[in-house]
């Protein structure tokens, strides 16, 4: 007979979170770094009193924000290269919708990440409760249907013994290498509190382990077969090779067959800086080095990447006639973006097999020393941009200081703004996973969350996070949550007094500086926001400096702090490093009495012109 043990649902899953496990380099340790929790009259009863039956076994975490929370939750699993992950929990309404921006971040860059929202009663017996979506034309509609399009696996729990299956699906998803992303598990609030006699075999221990898929044969044989003909080969490198854990793999096979690799803002650090194959950052945001190779390339190797636009340069960037792309990607739907020639496996084991196929085979000793040029010139580029300066610095600027003070081994954390596009072309990255970019969906926000993610994954890094005023302004109340627990960071804030980025895209597009920054929005009184002052309300330790000189003394003194330290520098909003990069795709007005805007459509028409859409 099967033996039994009575628990509510809530009791359950937590019970049964608790005993999933995962095995890395050797050790066992459980799979879920802990729950993130903001309570309310949703979830405080069923999912907090479970919660707390559990609490020396999976921790929980409270924060201030729900998406701040589940932000911190994605970074944990991104820091953790996807083999771990954290769930978040809240209550029913706005508690809930405040996660679907993170679900959003989560599903389009392929993160695992557990949410638990309180729902409404599955009885429906006291409807409508506080914070109810009505529908009247649908009765099973609640606001957590917002999150249906934003999951890989959505269920609502409408009875105690659904929970048993769910989290087997939802285990599935979240450890699949192809189908990993957001998984939502609606909570009815009177169903958090229902008991069932639950087999105890459900609360077995389990290690879960990604697993590793390999080529098809005919797939395989033609990326080979691309790859002996190429003469001018490179690879681009995205977030699938640091989540395969495929670093060193990427490294001998560029070396062994001499191919260039540039790297996407997700897999950034998937070789270091001063590797002399690696040509940086590619795109848009990309070094120039990479991109005069992309546009000479005869065959593209895209190792783990979605081949986004910013990748791509809005797929103007290939230029060579017959130009081949070989998708290396455990989903098949990212290998064969764009008429590519797929390879559907894992990163490290298609990478290993197609080693072991070329042999001998390396591209021509022209096109590596062309590579190798291209690089040199590029550095000296970057070094003059980021160079110290006694006026009001750039973001480049700041971004030199940084380094010099704290060097490759720390960690860096962004996502959102100018900043990411500065970081990607002249951030010298080190280890790999030490440059931490959120560009997927780029949201604003996520920098301060994510550096606390990122610290609870590692904590003996020094995690460093750089964001705009207008980043911070969306959300900085995590700055209370790291000192609360004790997970220091350092934060630089970079004042340019309104959304720069946006304002110098508007500009480049033949608009008129309007709405962006601070001056050029309606007001009546101009902002003068002290973020060292708030800061420090929040128990951090806070700076204001006033040159870079002053920064770099700042970054050395914040080493020695015990607790997060916020170092605030005000920056010029008009300055970004024309150096690199290459044409995007944003659509400029047909019709205009402004002759600007005219201009600029003219120059987007002949780009248009210009560019081969697969």
Same mark, same amino acid.
């Not at 628990?7 to 802990?34: C, H, N, S, V």
């Not at 990122?454 to 995590?478: F, Q, R, T, W």
């Given at each position: 007979?099967?033996?039994?043990?009575?628990?509510?649902?809530?009791?359950?899953?937590?019970?049964?979170?608790?005993?999933?496990?995962?095995?890395?380099?050797?050790?066992?340790?459980?799979?879920?770094?802990?729950?993130?929790?903001?309570?309310?009259?949703?979830?405080?009863?069923?999912?907090?009193?479970?919660l707390y039956q559990v609490r020396d076994e999976l921790p929980t975490y409270r924060a201030h924000n729900e998406q701040g929370m589940a932000h911190a939750a994605i970074a944990f699993a991104k820091a953790s290269f996807?083999?771990?992950?954290?769930?978040? /929990?809240?209550?029913?309404?706005?508690?809930?919708?405040?996660?679907?921006?993170?679900?959003?971040?989560?599903?389009?860059?392929?993160?695992?990440?557990?949410?638990?929202?309180?729902?409404?009663?599955?009885?429906?017996?006291?409807?409508?409760?506080?914070?109810?979506?009505?529908?009247?034309?649908?009765? /099973?509609?609640? %606001?957590?249907?917002?999150?249906?399009?934003?999951? $890989?696996?959505?269920?609502?729990?409408?009875?105690?013994?659904?929970?048993?299956?769910?989290?087997?699906?939802?285990?599935?998803?979240?450890?699949?290498?192809?189908?990993?992303?957001?998984?939502?598990?609606?909570?009815?609030?009177?169903?958090?509190?229902?008991?069932?006699?639950?087999?105890?075999?459900?609360?077995?221990?389990?290690?879960?382990?990604?697993?590793?898929?390999?080529?098809?044969?005919?797939?395989?044989? &033609?990326?080979?077969?691309?790859?002996?003909?190429?003469?001018?080969?490179?690879?681009?490198?995205?977030?699938?090779?640091?989540?395969?854990?495929?670093?060193? /793999?990427?490294?001998?096979?560029?070396?062994?067959?001499?191919?260039?690799?540039?790297?996407?803002?997700?897999?950034?650090?998937?070789?270091? +800086?001063? #590797?002399?194959?690696?040509?940086?950052?590619?795109?848009?945001?990309?070094?120039? &080095?990479?991109?005069?190779?992309?546009?000479?390339?005869?065959?593209?190797?895209?190792?783990?990447?979605?081949?986004?636009?910013?990748?791509?340069?809005?797929?103007?960037?290939?230029?060579?006639?017959?130009?081949?792309?070989?998708?290396?990607?455990?989903?098949?739907?990212?290998?064969?973006? #764009? $008429?590519?020639?797929?390879?559907?496996?894992?990163?490290?084991?298609?990478?290993?097999?197609?080693?072991?196929?070329?042999?001998?085979?390396?591209?021509?000793? %022209?096109?590596?020393?062309? %590579?190798?040029?291209?690089?040199?010139?590029?550095?000296?580029?970057?070094?003059?941009?980021?160079?110290?300066?006694?006026?009001?610095?750039?973001?480049?600027?700041?971004?030199?200081?940084?380094?010099?003070?704290?060097?490759?081994?720390?960690?860096?954390?962004? &996502?959102?703004?100018?900043?990411?596009?500065?970081?990607?072309?002249?951030?010298?990255?080190?280890?790999?996973?030490?440059? +931490?970019?959120?560009?997927?969906?780029? /949201?604003?926000?996520?920098?301060?969350?994510?550096?606390?993610?990122?610290?609870?994954?590692?904590?003996?890094?020094?995690?460093?996070?750089?964001?705009?005023?207008?980043?911070?302004?969306?959300?900085?109340?995590?700055?209370?949550?790291?000192?609360?627990?004790?997970?220091?960071?350092?934060?630089?804030?970079?004042?340019?007094?309104?959304?720069?980025?946006?304002?110098?895209?508007?500009?480049?597009?033949?608009?008129?500086?309007?709405?962006?920054?601070?001056?050029?929005?309606?007001?009546?009184?101009?902002?003068?926001?002290?973020?060292?002052?708030?800061?420090?309300?929040?128990?951090?330790?806070? $700076?204001?400096?006033?040159?870079?000189?002053?920064?770099?003394?700042?970054?050395?003194?914040?080493?020695?702090?015990?607790?997060?330290?916020?170092?605030?520098?005000?920056?010029?909003?008009?300055?970004?490093?024309? &150096?690199?990069? #290459?044409?995007?795709?944003?659509?400029?007005?047909?019709?205009?009495?402004?002759?600007?805007?005219?201009?600029?459509?003219?120059?987007?028409?002949?780009?248009?012109?210009?560019?081969?859409?697969?």
């Open positions: 007979m099967t033996k039994t043990i009575r628990l509510t649902m809530a009791q359950a899953l937590t019970r049964y979170l608790a005993r999933q496990m995962t095995e890395i380099d050797g050790a066992k340790m459980p799979i879920f770094g802990g729950v993130w929790a903001i309570f309310g009259h949703g979830n405080v009863a069923g999912v907090g009193e479970a996807r083999r771990r992950f954290m769930a978040a /929990t809240s209550s029913i309404g706005p508690g809930a919708t405040n996660m679907v921006t993170a679900a959003a971040l989560a599903h389009v860059n392929r993160i695992p990440l557990l949410l638990l929202p309180g729902d409404v009663f599955a009885n429906r017996a006291p409807d409508p409760v506080l914070q109810q979506v009505e529908d009247w034309a649908d009765g /099973t509609v609640s %606001a957590n249907d917002c999150f249906r399009p934003v999951s $890989r696996y959505f269920d609502r729990i409408t009875r105690p013994e659904q929970i048993m299956s769910a989290l087997n699906r939802a285990m599935q998803v979240l450890t699949d290498p192809a189908e990993c992303g957001p998984v939502t598990l609606s909570l009815c609030q009177d169903v958090q509190a229902e008991a069932f006699d639950y087999p105890e075999s459900f609360f077995e221990e389990r290690i879960w382990i990604p697993r590793r898929p390999r080529p098809d044969e005919r797939e395989f044989a &033609a990326a080979v077969a691309a790859l002996k003909g190429a003469k001018k080969p490179v690879i681009i490198a995205g977030g699938g090779v640091l989540y395969s854990e495929a670093a060193g /793999t990427l490294k001998a096979f560029a070396e062994k067959h001499g191919i260039p690799v540039m790297e996407t803002n997700a897999g950034k650090s998937s070789l270091p +800086h001063e #590797h002399p194959l690696n040509m940086g950052s590619v795109g848009v945001t990309g070094s120039s &080095a990479s991109n005069l190779l992309a546009e000479q390339a005869d065959v593209v190797l895209a190792v783990g990447s979605r081949l986004q636009d910013f990748t791509t340069g809005s797929w103007a960037l290939f230029k060579a006639d017959g130009v081949k792309i070989v998708g290396l990607n455990t989903q098949p739907f990212d290998a064969g973006k #764009h $008429r590519a020639l797929p390879l559907v496996a894992d990163a490290r084991a298609g990478l290993e097999a197609l080693g072991a196929s070329l042999g001998g085979w390396k591209s021509p000793d %022209a096109w590596v020393a062309t %590579a190798k040029a291209a690089k040199a010139d590029w550095l000296q580029a970057a070094k003059a941009v980021t160079d110290p300066t006694n006026a009001l610095p750039s973001d480049a600027q700041v971004i030199g200081a940084v380094h010099r003070a704290r060097g490759s081994r720390a960690t860096l954390v962004c &996502a959102s703004g100018g900043l990411p596009g500065e970081l990607h072309k002249l951030w010298p990255a080190g280890a790999p996973g030490s440059y +931490h970019m959120e560009y997927g969906f780029s /949201t604003m926000g996520y920098e301060i969350a994510g550096g606390l993610g990122v610290k609870l994954a590692k904590p003996d890094h020094d995690v460093i996070v750089m964001l705009g005023d207008g980043s911070y302004m969306m959300m900085n109340s995590e700055i209370a949550t790291s000192v609360m627990i004790g997970r220091k960071l350092t934060i630089v804030v970079l004042d340019n007094r309104g959304f720069g980025c946006i304002n110098r895209l508007q500009m480049a597009t033949g608009g008129a500086n309007f709405n962006n920054l601070l001056k050029d929005a309606k007001h009546e009184v101009l902002p003068q926001i002290d973020f060292a002052a708030h800061a420090a309300s929040m128990g951090a330790v806070a $700076r204001k400096v006033a040159s870079i000189a002053e920064l770099e003394r700042a970054l050395k003194e914040a080493e020695a702090d015990t607790k997060t330290s916020v170092i605030v520098i005000d920056t010029d909003p008009l300055i970004s490093t024309e &150096a690199g990069g #290459h044409w995007w795709d944003v659509a400029v007005p047909e019709v205009s009495v402004r002759p600007s805007v005219n201009k600029a459509r003219k120059d987007y028409e002949e780009a248009l012109r210009q560019r081969v859409v697969n």
